[in-house]
């Protein structure tokens, strides 16, 4: 079956960078484009970033563009999210998400459990 | 894009419905039929319980049902049941995807 397992998170200071990591596996990781989605300590949902089935076209958030950059490995079955210039607004869990096919705009689904990343010094 | 409205809760006995609104604007969920409806149960991962307004995945079950009027999208759950207790988020998308900002359904 479909599996997302999110890595890589943890406490990183502010103005610092981590990269986070989204192994896939149960499905043709090639053939399906990839988000990342993101949830503040008891806030609600905001979605981040997006990278087609080949890498070939990304999309960003306004509150990110210019400080994170998503990548895949097809190789690893990876999906990464390089997160620089970090502040406390970022703080929350990441998930990665497959893209579901719908017939006009993709959705999310499935989801992966999430990665916790703490902006704190 | 603003973040989309949702009640803070709503709360219903067994076999009754609820229903949850998602309200936004003309520019957003008023212009196109782009709504999405995600489950999130304490600690867990989301999960995509409606798309396009009103179409289900695979294995969701057919008590939840979306539906849209003006610029408020609706997921009405009939039949409700203890396992349906969680947090409901609606999406759109209007050339970027914004979530709204939740509601915890109840089971009395």
């Known amino acids: 079956q479909v599996q997302l397992v999110e890595s890589g998170g943890g406490v990183v200071q502010p103005g610092k960078s981590l990269r986070i990591s989204c192994a896939a596996s149960?499905?043709?990781?090639?053939?399906?484009?990839m988000h990342w989605v993101r949830q503040a300590p008891g806030k609600g949902l905001e979605w981040v970033a997006f990278?087609?089935?080949?890498?070939?076209?990304?999309y960003y958030a306004d509150s990110v563009k210019g400080r994170f950059t998503v990548s895949r490995d097809h190789s690893k079955s990876t999906v990464y999210l390089q997160m620089n210039s970090l502040t406390a607004e970022d703080t929350a869990v990441y998930y990665c998400?497959?893209?579901?096919?719908?017939?006009?705009?993709?959705?999310?689904?499935?989801w992966g459990q999430g990665t916790l990343v703490t902006v704190s010094s | 894009q603003s973040a989309l409205t949702q009640p803070r809760s709503v709360s219903g006995s067994p076999g009754q419905s609820v229903t949850i609104s998602c309200t936004g604007t003309s520019s957003d969920v008023g212009a196109y039929s782009y709504v999405s409806w995600y489950q999130q149960n304490p600690g867990k991962a989301p999960k995509l319980m409606i798309y396009d307004v009103n179409k289900r995945p695979s294995g969701v079950p057919d008590r939840f049902s979306g539906s849209k009027s003006g610029n408020t999208a609706s997921l009405i759950i009939s039949g409700l049941q203890a396992e349906d207790e969680a947090d409901y988020y609606c999406c759109s998308y209007a050339g970027s995807y914004v979530f709204a900002t939740g509601t915890k359904v109840i089971v009395l």
């Open positions: 998400a497959r893209d579901f096919i719908a017939a006009v705009v993709n959705w999310f689904d499935p």
């Open positions: 149960g499905f043709r990781f090639n053939t399906f484009a």
């Open positions: 990278i087609s089935y080949d890498g070939s076209k990304k």
